[in-house]
């Protein structure tokens, strides 16, 4: 015997095998991410920044980038974090910073490059980013003077993923005001995160329950046809 259904029960099965669909293959959502590395810098139109490792420093003048390393968690729908702590002994949680002395030194046409590396989240890609950024600005004495360090403001776009999930995020870098009297961070933003489950080949066990429970429908609504 052929099995005919309403179309309001044909609905209703279509509904059900969309339900255990959806929660088999996963969805996108603002879920919180977790993201770690560290940061080096060099001044110079010819400097390679090292691999992230270790408390690194580098000097121009009086002007001295001291490296950093971060480890962060999003939140928020979209996802988002500050990257922004202040200077410290190590520095953590910001992307470095930079100290200035007071003697005379003009900064004018200067170069620094700032390499941010990720280890977290796996399969970052690219893992690692050198931001090309130039100096401005001229100390007078120990008490006056100041320069600005003007990053690339276009926001760089990350993806990441490994055989659970995947997504991806933009990586904002803050422009530097830096005088005499205090260290400056150099901070960032995250944004725009998205991350979704990879389909799974092995249904978890909610979804054969699931399954299951829409077959029985299924058999019942044939019941009730035949009787």
């Avoid at 992307?95 to 005379?104: C, E, K, N, V, W």
């Avoid at 100041?146 to 995020?169: Q, R, Y």
């Avoid at 422009?175 to 901070?187: K, L, P």
């Avoid at 933003?189 to 077959?215: D, M």
């Amino acid at each position: 015997m052929n099995l005919h259904l309403s179309p309001f029960r044909q609905g209703t099965v279509a509904i059900g095998v969309g339900v255990v669909l959806a929660l088999a293959s996963g969805a996108a959502a603002a879920v919180d991410v977790e993201f770690v590395g560290g940061t080096t810098g060099c001044f110079g139109l010819a400097c390679v920044p090292p691999a992230v490792g270790g408390v690194q420093t580098d000097t121009f003048g009086g002007l001295t980038y001291t490296s950093a390393t971060f480890d962060v968690t999003s939140a928020g729908t979209p996802g988002f974090v500050s990257i922004g702590s202040k200077p410290a002994t190590p520095n953590v949680n910001n992307l470095g910073s930079f100290t200035l002395a007071g003697t005379p030194f003009s900064y004018d046409g200067g170069h620094f490059d700032l390499r941010v590396t990720f280890t977290l989240p796996i399969g970052t890609t690219p893992n690692t980013w050198v931001f090309v950024d130039t100096l401005s600005g001229t100390v007078g004495t120990t008490d006056n003077g100041g320069i600005f360090v003007d990053f690339d403001s276009t926001p760089k776009h990350f993806t990441f993923g490994d055989s659970t999930t995947h997504g991806a995020f933009d990586f904002f870098i803050n422009d530097v005001s830096v005088t005499t009297t205090e260290a400056a961070a150099v901070t960032g933003t995250i944004r725009n995160i998205v991350l979704a489950t990879v389909q799974s080949a092995v249904p978890e066990p909610e979804t054969y329950a699931l399954f299951l429970a829409g077959l029985g429908a299924l058999g019942f609504v044939a019941r009730r046809r035949r009787s």
